[in-house]
């Protein structure tokens, strides 16, 4: 079974700088998607970004980047130009292509910005 | 209007009673989700529906029975719950299950006492 990792409980950053959220995920398949979710106090998941397991090239959203390292199996979320309503929780999660197809999440990482 | 709009926000209720969490998605999708989110745990998935049919549930007990009378509409019921069953309750949907990107609601915040 799939498993995903976030060992950072919380974060805190300085707006307008930069920030890393880390997620490791263990799995023996090849092809799979890999997402991060933001979670407001609003409390709706919101999909931040979106990287496809085959495509090395890491994907990008406005400020939101991620860092896909398929070998070591690490998908990181930076946040550049940190803004106040950036602070949330931020999911890291995976998806199989075949088969059971449900999102596995991480345990979160609670994001504050500091003004 | 958010696309996933679920009911009610909040609840609260007793060991022995009965009462149902809706949710409605106005996006035209045909895949629906439960999930659970607990304080300090990864979001569970519960059940899954795929054209009004269901295609998933992981060992969920039977106090919790849910209900997909349309494409549009799923519902929750909740039965003698237990309060370890206290949690954040998520719906959300897909065009497809499997599909690369799921709406999510706001939940429903459920305690019981």
């Known amino acids: 079974a799939q498993t995903v990792t976030q060992s950072q409980p919380e974060m805190s950053v300085q707006e307008a700088e930069t920030v890393t959220l880390s997620c490791t995920y263990d799995?023996?398949?090849?092809?799979?998607?890999l997402f991060w979710y933001k979670q407001p106090p609003s409390r709706q998941m919101i999909l931040v970004i979106r990287?496809?397991?085959?495509?090395?090239q890491n994907a990008t959203e406005n400020r939101f980047s991620v860092n896909f390292q398929k070998a070591a199996k690490s998908f990181s979320l930076k946040i550049s130009d940190s803004q106040l309503g950036d602070a949330a929780m931020y999911f890291c999660?995976?998806?199989?292509?075949?088969?059971?197809?449900?999102?596995?999440f991480g345990q979160g990482t609670r994001l504050t910005i500091n003004p | 209007e958010t696309g996933v709009t679920q009911t009610p926000r909040h609840l609260v209720m007793g060991m022995t009673n009965k009462k149902s969490l809706k949710c409605e998605q106005h996006?035209?999708?045909?895949?629906m989700y439960w999930y659970k989110q607990s304080a300090k745990k990864p979001l569970e998935l519960m059940f899954v529906?795929?054209?009004?049919?269901?295609?998933e549930n992981n060992s969920v007990p039977s106090r919790f029975s849910p209900e997909c009378p349309n494409s549009s509409h799923l519902f929750l019921h909740l039965h003698t719950l237990q309060p370890e069953d206290s949690a954040l309750y998520l719906c959300?949907?897909?065009?497809?299950?499997?599909?690369?990107?799921?709406?999510f609601g706001q939940g429903t915040r459920l305690t019981v006492v």
């Open positions: 959300a949907s897909s065009q497809g299950y499997g599909a690369t990107e799921a709406f």
């Open positions: 996006l035209g999708h045909n895949a």
């Open positions: 999660a995976y998806r199989s292509i075949q088969g059971a197809q449900k999102l596995v």
């Open positions: 990287q496809e397991a085959y495509k090395q």
């Open positions: 799995t023996s398949e090849s092809d799979y998607y």
């Open positions: 529906y795929s054209l009004e049919e269901r295609v």
